[in-house]
């Protein structure tokens, strides 16, 4: 945790707080001490304990400036296996991806989209960790998506890319997206359709390489987003 998120209007952890455990048992710090904090989507600054009792801890945030900016990217990642999907989110997040949409594919599992993760918005809190590893307030917005379909209609990107090592035609490291609203789309362990496939590209996605290798789709989704900022001059 590089920083410690609160909603608006926040200035006070009930005990049991995970945000006041880790001020005062990893940071050690007490009445007047400061860290490093920031309102979620919004200012990052400073706050002060002012008050630390067994009701929980009292805080004053002095806001510096704004730490909400992410980059102009939208990851389509199609559903996997919750457990992955939890990683995704958190690196995502972390990496500054403005937009994530999450398909359920052809070939993927129908029922993952009925799992806690969503079902209780368990993804709520993972996306703030990314956030909080990043030491950045701005949280990706996320969406659920029935099909690729779907996906495409909700992406709106001056570049569309399909990673897809069956049809890529070029590498992704060699690509001129510079200055541009980009969008990446990600299949699924078994890979998309090919009618998943062919939906993309008549979409105008263009289809790229990752490499030579075929690589997990949270390894995919996180080696993409970071080679996609790289060519478009954030990284």
């Known amino acids: 945790m590089n920083i410690v998120l609160l909603k608006p209007g926040e200035n006070h952890f009930p005990p049991g707080d995970e945000r006041l455990k880790h001020i005062t048992c990893i940071l ?11 309102i979620i989507g919004s200012d990052m600054g400073t706050a002060t304990i002012t008050r630390l009792s067994s009701e929980g801890m009292e805080i004053a945030f002095a806001a510096e400036r704004d730490g909400s900016a992410l980059y102009p990217l939208t990851l389509i990642c199609a559903q996997v296996r919750p457990i992955c999907m939890r990683r995704i989110l958190r690196e995502a997040v972390s990496l500054g991806v403005e937009r994530i949409v999450l398909p359920v ?7 993952y989209l009925d799992a806690s993760l969503y079902r209780d918005k368990e993804y709520e809190k993972i996306l703030l960790d990314g956030a909080a590893q990043a030491g950045m307030t701005g949280v990706s917005s996320v969406m659920l998506c029935r099909s690729a379909e779907d996906a495409i209609k909700a992406v709106d990107a001056d570049e569309l890319i399909l990673l897809d090592n069956a049809i890529g035609a070029v590498p992704l490291s060699g690509m001129d ?4 609203r980009v969008a990446i789309a990600v299949g699924p362990e078994r890979g998309w ?22 690589l997990r789709t949270e390894t995919a989704a996180v080696a993409g987003v970071a080679l996609a900022l790289s060519r478009m001059g954030y990284v």
């Open 28 to 38: 050690h710090l007490g009445e007047g001490d400061s860290f490093r904090a920031g």
């Open 105 to 111: 594919s052809d070939l993927g599992e129908k029922s």
């Open 193 to 214: 359709s090919g009618r998943e496939r062919a939906l993309f590209l008549d979409s105008g996605y263009r289809s790229a390489l990752l490499g030579s290798r075929i």
């Open 177 to 180: 997206i510079k200055g541009k």
